[in-house]
């Protein structure tokens, strides 16, 4: 009876990876280039226990997802994922993210994890990849190796730090059949969520706010801002095509205009107490967004891409992040003007 379920187990194996691979030639989410065998996601490693690994321990994202997933009793969602290794290097020379390394390294140790000397080493070791790096310059350099070996990866915000590194970092994915998704965690709000499933129907335009501190070595909102303006992608979708800003030492008000002719908002704030949320407008009633629900809904959209190969944002929507970002940047340089957003 053994030898009789071991060769029907062997037989099913062989069926759906000759499935998978017929599928896998056609969708360039399951191509064979970023899953060599054609096996389906749920087969590929039992479906239970992949190995993480983490690139950039200089930002308390690294050290929350690791505590997550590495947890004495994990929660089921989180489908038995663990950090196993990390190399720790992010941003090479700013000096808020620099100088927490040290600590992160001994926090993440003493949670089993191993730290390795090199992201050729680290991808010997793991299956997946979580892109943590604080500093979004460094992130076209880091993820290359990544996609070229193959690996799933997660890119966390911001993706780059420029529109043509996003772009490169996509144009290298695609040709290589390797799944990427980006995303900050507040696009995970639960009253987003809500909003997304219809609560008000149809959006009409949004507001959305959060802190927008600023980095020298960054566009202005690729650094803090961002986390608002995902709100308000995630709420709008795509298809702004200008924006105008009005900038203060403390304050930026940036307005988009939508192709469909809707408008939305961001408002970062540099002063008072740093909070996210903001007001959707829809064609049933108006709703507030609030409050931040932690690092774990994120997390378990990862684990979720992870497993599918299937990203839950697509690249288009985060150029179009990029776009709007450099197009603000414009329009503050030009006193407030009108600027129509790059997507070549």
Same mark, same amino acid.
């Given at each position: 009876?053994?030898?009789?379920?071991?060769?029907?187990?062997?037989?099913?194996? +062989?069926?759906?990876?000759?499935?998978?691979?017929?599928?896998?030639?056609?969708?360039?989410?399951?191509?064979?280039?970023?899953?060599?065998?054609? #096996?389906? /996601?749920?087969?590929?490693?039992?479906?239970?226990?992949?190995?993480?690994?983490?690139?950039?321990?200089?930002?308390?994202?690294?050290? /929350?997802?690791?505590?997550?997933?590495?947890?004495?009793?994990?929660?089921?969602?989180?489908?038995?994922?663990?950090? =196993? /290794?990390?190399?720790?290097?992010?941003?090479?020379?700013?000096?808020? /993210?620099?100088? &927490?390394?040290?600590?992160?390294?001994?926090?993440?140790?003493?949670?089993?994890?191993?730290?390795?000397? !090199?992201?050729?080493?680290?991808? +010997?070791?793991?299956?997946?990849?979580?892109?943590? !790096?604080?500093?979004?310059?460094?992130?076209?350099?880091?993820? =290359?190796?990544?996609?070229?070996?193959?690996?799933?990866?997660?890119?966390?915000?911001?993706?780059?730090?420029?529109?043509?590194?996003?772009? +490169?970092?996509?144009?290298?994915?695609?040709?290589?059949?390797?799944?990427?998704?980006?995303?900050?965690?507040?696009?995970?709000?639960?009253?987003?969520?809500?909003?997304?499933?219809?609560?008000?129907?149809? =959006?009409?335009?949004?507001?959305?706010?959060?802190?927008?501190?600023?980095?020298?070595?960054?566009?202005?909102?690729? #650094?803090?801002?961002?986390?608002?303006?995902?709100?308000?992608?995630?709420?709008?979708?795509?298809?702004?095509?200008?924006?105008?800003?009005?900038?203060?030492?403390?304050?930026? =008000?940036?307005?988009?205009? #939508?192709?469909?002719? %809707?408008?939305?908002?961001? %408002?970062?704030? &540099?002063?008072?107490?740093?909070?996210?949320?903001?007001?959707?407008?829809?064609?049933?009633?108006?709703?507030?967004?609030?409050?931040?629900?932690?690092?774990?809904?994120?997390?378990?959209?990862?684990?979720?891409?992870?497993? !599918?190969?299937?990203?839950?944002?697509?690249?288009?929507?985060?150029?179009?992040?990029?776009?709007?970002?450099?197009?603000?940047?414009?329009?503050?340089?030009?006193?407030?003007?009108?600027?129509?957003?790059?997507?070549?």
């Amino acid at each position: 009876m053994i030898i009789q379920n071991e060769l029907t187990r062997r037989r099913f194996l +062989k069926s759906a990876a000759l499935a998978s691979m017929s599928v896998g030639l056609l969708n360039p989410q399951t191509s064979l280039l970023a899953n060599p065998f054609g #096996w389906p /996601a749920a087969l590929g490693n039992g479906g239970q226990g992949k190995k993480v690994g983490i690139i950039g321990l200089d930002t308390s994202h690294a050290v /929350a997802f690791t505590k997550t997933l590495n947890a004495e009793n994990p929660e089921p969602r989180f489908k038995g994922y663990r950090v =196993v /290794a990390a190399y720790p290097q992010g941003s090479k020379d700013i000096v808020s /993210a620099t100088e &927490r390394v040290p600590g992160y390294i001994e926090q993440v140790k003493a949670l089993g994890v191993e730290i390795v000397d !090199s992201i050729a080493s680290l991808l +010997k070791k793991v299956d997946v990849i979580l892109l943590e !790096s604080n500093d979004g310059r460094v992130h076209l350099e880091q993820a =290359v190796p990544v996609i070229q070996a193959g690996k799933t990866l997660f890119i966390d915000k911001p993706i780059a730090a420029s529109y043509n590194d996003a772009k +490169k970092i996509f144009e290298l994915a695609r040709q290589k059949g390797v799944p990427i998704f980006s995303s900050s965690s507040l696009r995970y709000m639960e009253s987003i969520k809500q909003v997304q499933s219809g609560s008000v129907g149809a =959006v009409l335009g949004a507001d959305t706010y959060s802190p927008a501190h600023l980095e020298s070595t960054h566009p202005d909102f690729y #650094w803090y801002g961002i986390h608002g303006i995902e709100m308000l992608f995630a709420i709008m979708g795509t298809g702004c095509e200008s924006v105008m800003r009005l900038h203060t030492e403390d304050t930026d =008000v940036v307005v988009g205009y #939508w192709a469909d002719g %809707r408008l939305g908002t961001y %408002r970062g704030t &540099r002063s008072g107490k740093s909070d996210y949320g903001g007001i959707v407008f829809g064609e049933k009633g108006n709703t507030y967004l609030g409050k931040f629900d932690g690092y774990n809904p994120l997390l378990e959209q990862i684990i979720n891409f992870f497993e !599918s190969g299937v990203a839950p944002v697509s690249a288009e929507q985060t150029l179009e992040i990029c776009a709007f970002i450099e197009a603000a940047d414009q329009s503050k340089s030009n006193g407030g003007t009108l600027v129509k957003l790059n997507k070549n």
